[in-house]
């Protein structure tokens, strides 16, 4: 387990918010986000997701076999092109990657999902716990969102609510020179 002692977006100081079991989540002074102390080091993370997030090889979801979600993530982000002029996506957190596959539907060309899992998340979007250490370790709001994009050469371009307004899709563009 690794202590975090700055806020993992901004390096800003952190005031305790909760204990969830063992860890403490903490809230930047400066940026907002809410983040976890500690946190497992790479090898621990590797394990838990291999063994408790995983979807065995050749295993499918049933939602796959319905062309209607396929549909729908792709409407979804067709509004999501007009927000750009690029044709590149990376989805953080992809799951099973249908958002990826709609997104290539509504014209994206290069499409990249990140996702810690050795195979698909079998719970993306199911009783997700919002900070559940030590699986989400991180909960990020629109501010801290627009300091991790700046940070990263990024320029928001929109923010969008969900599930009571705790989950968050965010848009970006590489930022102007």
Same mark, same amino acid.
């Given at each position: 387990m690794l202590v975090v002692k700055q806020c993992p977006v901004c390096q800003g100081s952190g005031d305790w918010y909760a204990d969830r !079991? =063992?860890?403490? +989540?903490? *809230? $930047?002074?400066? $940026? #907002? /986000?809410?983040?976890?102390? &500690? @946190?497992p080091d790479v090898e621990e993370l590797e394990a838990l997701y291999r063994n408790e997030w995983s979807v065995p090889p050749g295993q499918a979801y049933r939602h796959r076999r319905? &062309? #209607?979600?396929?549909?729908?993530? !792709? /409407? *979804?982000?067709?509004?999501?092109?007009r927000l750009t002029s690029?044709?590149? /996506? /990376? =989805? +953080?957190? $992809?799951? &099973?990657g249908d958002f990826l596959r709609g997104a290539r539907m509504a014209g994206f060309t290069r499409i990249i999902g990140v996702e810690p899992g050795d195979g698909e998340a079998e719970y993306a979007g199911k009783d997700w716990r919002y900070l559940w250490p030590p699986w989400h370790l991180n909960l990020f709001n629109e501010k801290s969102f627009a300091a991790l994009f700046n940070k990263c050469?990024? =320029?928001p371009v929109s923010f969008r609510k969900? +599930?009571?307004? #705790?989950? +968050?899709?965010? @848009?970006a563009r590489l930022a102007s020179a």
């Open positions: !079991g =063992e860890y403490k +989540i903490f *809230r $930047c002074t400066h $940026c #907002t /986000l809410s983040y976890t102390s &500690p @946190v319905k &062309p #209607t979600r396929a549909w729908r993530l !792709g /409407l *979804r982000a067709k509004k999501l092109r690029g044709s590149s /996506l /990376l =989805e +953080i957190g $992809c799951g &099973p050469g990024l =320029e969900h +599930i009571r307004k #705790t989950y +968050i899709t965010a @848009v």
